[in-house]
């Protein structure tokens, strides 16, 4: 059952709800509450045992939030709790049923001076008012002696948002008339406040980032013995660095590396050793090599930070397999019981079997320790250990002092959001660290991350883009209840239309909507992201998560040439363009299947029309008073001169 005991003011997110979540215990080793605020992942929201209950007490925003909860590693529904529906995530193939937690407080409007209700960003002021869903019909902002008639920018479940963009930075006196659907008026205010600024690197906003899986990249040198993985395809950063040049040409200004650490896998995600460059990649002295190339480049370096587990092979976790509870990393890890592993296990283990025979044989008998989604490969730390938190920082620092200029984090969703925020706490203020949060990264953002992979923004390219499953006018309602709900941090989030989790967005959408979708992640808010060949129009050619990790062709005849020129004309556009990187928002006109924006920065204007419709779409900007005319599926972006995709 959930109960709500209150609400509190927040600095973040203007009011929160103080909500207790619980279950019957029956014999179970552990638990979690699992929901949309983690991406239903077991890791970050770990109950605690009261009595014949599990129980766990946190802050929510107000809203519908969709939860579960994992008893011992079994996913179980609210048993107390009637309402239930079924919750599809398609950015993370979620699809299950699940019960409803309705957290909403007392009140027809809302708002407070606070981060997501009054907040400045590049020279201009966002205020922001949040009523009952269809109880209002108009909203004005009365601010220096002027009253403004408030647009209404989104609408969701429960509530609305109104927003007002003025000029300025400066503290503000402002109030609010409301005029409710009943006939009725509300009065909100005055408020006398100074518009909250987030701490974020600024140096994140002019970069066009490209992500490497390096294994799958460019081949620098010869490797023996890759085992005991499999599907190693040898590409290593010597190769990466002579390949440097077409990123040079392409545009990018920011890389992003998939693990580069030791470990027994071509992906990386289950490192052996967090302070050696993995000797196939070309070891620490590649990495030096590399670094000083970026340096001199002006290309920032982002790693891969995988804390969420470490490798069954890496040392600590070794040691308790070797010493059990007399280990001094016997409380590391989640462990549920000791010895962590059977002598059967250990035996087979051993065993001359080919490593994926073997790695099938050992998931059927069973450990005692948890892990990432019940891979016994992967042993979950154990994030209320302070030694975890110093080991964390320690390697995150170590390399941010080797040349790193950040860090994406690994599976974040299924870490304490705390955690984090002590993390951040201890690291130079102009390292970037964006977390990987496959659904509503709410409570991973502001005082935690800079920013997060965008999934909730790629669920909504999937759904219009790619399954044509909503309307423009239903995706540009998403974006701006998006927006109203991520306010400045949206502007530091990764966003993309693959990675190496997805399959490739060309497979999903075709060509011709694929380069629509590339036109407008170039031109929206957000820090944009190429992955290796999404360039050249790389397919994918596996199954499943690892669907995209195609291997980079580096025979250019196999190249969609119209590709790589939109793309770089695209890159070479966004990097120019400070209205791009840092401007406002605003919609243009829209029709089914097609919309048109405007972003703005101190007067410097871009136009941005895309059409994802059968038949042709003219339109009129009156800045530059032209008329526009867009070709079914493509895409128009006007600034300074026109660039059709």
Request: proline fraction near 5%; charge should be negative.
């Amino acid at each position: 059952m959930y109960k709500i005991f209150g609400f509190n003011e927040s600095e973040t997110f203007g009011r929160v709800a103080l909500v207790e979540f619980s279950f019957p215990y029956d014999e179970e080793s552990y638990a979690y509450l699992l929901g949309n605020f983690n991406a239903f992942n077991e890791g970050s929201f770990r109950m605690e045992l009261d009595g014949n209950r599990w129980k766990i007490v946190m802050e929510l925003p107000e809203g519908i939030w969709r939860y579960a909860f994992s008893a011992g590693g079994e996913f179980i529904l609210d048993p107390e709790n009637p309402e239930r529906e079924v919750y599809r995530g398609p950015s993370y193939k979620f699809e299950r049923e699940v019960s409803l937690a309705r957290i909403v407080g007392e009140g027809t409007i809302f708002h407070s001076p606070s981060l997501l209700y009054l907040y400045s960003f590049a020279g201009r002021t966002y205020v922001l008012l949040r009523t009952k869903k269809r109880q209002v019909s108009e909203v004005f902002l009365h601010v220096d002696g002027r009253e403004i008639r408030m647009r209404r920018k989104a609408t969701g479940e429960v509530f609305e948002y109104y927003e007002v963009v003025l000029p300025g930075e400066e503290e503000v006196r402002y109030s609010f008339e409301v005029f409710l659907t009943d006939g009725g008026t509300l009065t909100l205010g005055p408020f006398d406040a100074v518009p909250f600024k987030l701490d974020t690197p600024s140096w994140v906003l002019n970069r066009v980032f490209y992500q490497i899986m390096p294994d799958r990249f460019a081949v620098g040198f010869e490797k023996e013995n890759l085992t005991p993985g499999e599907n190693f395809h040898g590409g290593d950063l010597v190769g990466l660095m002579e390949r440097l040049n077409h990123l040079e040409k392409l545009g990018v200004n920011a890389l992003y590396l998939t693990p580069i650490f030791e470990s027994m896998t071509y992906h990386g995600y289950d490192i052996t050793d967090y302070f050696k460059v993995a000797e196939r990649f070309g070891g620490n002295e590649a990495f030096e090599g590399l670094v000083k190339f970026l340096k001199e480049k002006d290309i920032r370096l982002i790693l891969d930070g995988v804390f969420h587990h470490t490798s069954f092979f890496h040392p600590f976790f070794q040691d308790i397999v070797e010493r059990g509870m007399e280990s001094p990393y016997a409380d590391f890890y989640r462990v549920k019981g000791f010895p962590v592993v059977s002598e059967e296990f250990l035996t087979s283990l051993r065993t001359p079997l080919p490593w994926i025979e073997k790695y099938h044989l050992l998931k059927k008998l069973g450990w005692n320790y948890e892990s990432f989604f019940s891979v016994w490969l992967m042993p979950r730390l154990n994030h209320d250990s302070p030694k975890v938190k110093e080991f964390v920082v320690g390697v995150m620092g170590h390399w941010l002092e080797k040349g790193a200029d950040g860090w994406r984090l690994d599976v974040a969703h299924g870490v304490p959001p705390g955690f984090w925020k002590e993390v951040r706490e201890k690291l130079p203020d102009e390292a970037y660290l964006f977390g990987e949060v496959m659904d509503d990264p709410r409570l991973y953002l502001f005082d935690v991350f800079h920013g997060t992979m965008n999934y909730p923004l790629y669920d909504l390219l999937l759904r219009f883009f790619a399954s044509g499953k909503i309307s423009a006018p239903e995706f540009i309602n998403g974006l701006e209840l998006l927006s109203a709900r991520l306010g400045p941090a949206e502007y530091f989030t990764y966003n993309f239309l693959d990675n190496h989790d997805t399959e490739r967005f060309i497979d999903l959408a075709g060509k011709r909507r694929y380069l629509c979708a590339l036109t407008f992640l170039m031109t929206y808010k957000g820090v944009p992201a190429i992955f290796y060949g999404d360039e050249i129009g790389l397919r994918g050619s596996e199954g499943g998560m690892s669907a995209g990790r195609t291997p980079m062709p580096w025979n250019e005849e196999d190249w969609d040439s119209e590709i790589l020129k939109k793309t770089g004309e695209l890159i070479h556009l966004r990097r120019s363009s400070a209205a791009l990187q840092m401007g406002d928002f605003s919609l243009v006109g829209a029709g089914n299947e097609w919309f048109a924006y405007e972003r703005d920065l101190n007067g410097e204007r871009v136009l941005v029309v895309i059409n994802c419709s059968g038949r042709e779409v003219k339109l009129h900007w009156t800045p530059l008073d032209i008329e526009v005319e867009v070709a079914p599926v493509s895409g128009v972006v006007v600034y300074k001169d026109v660039i059709r995709v």
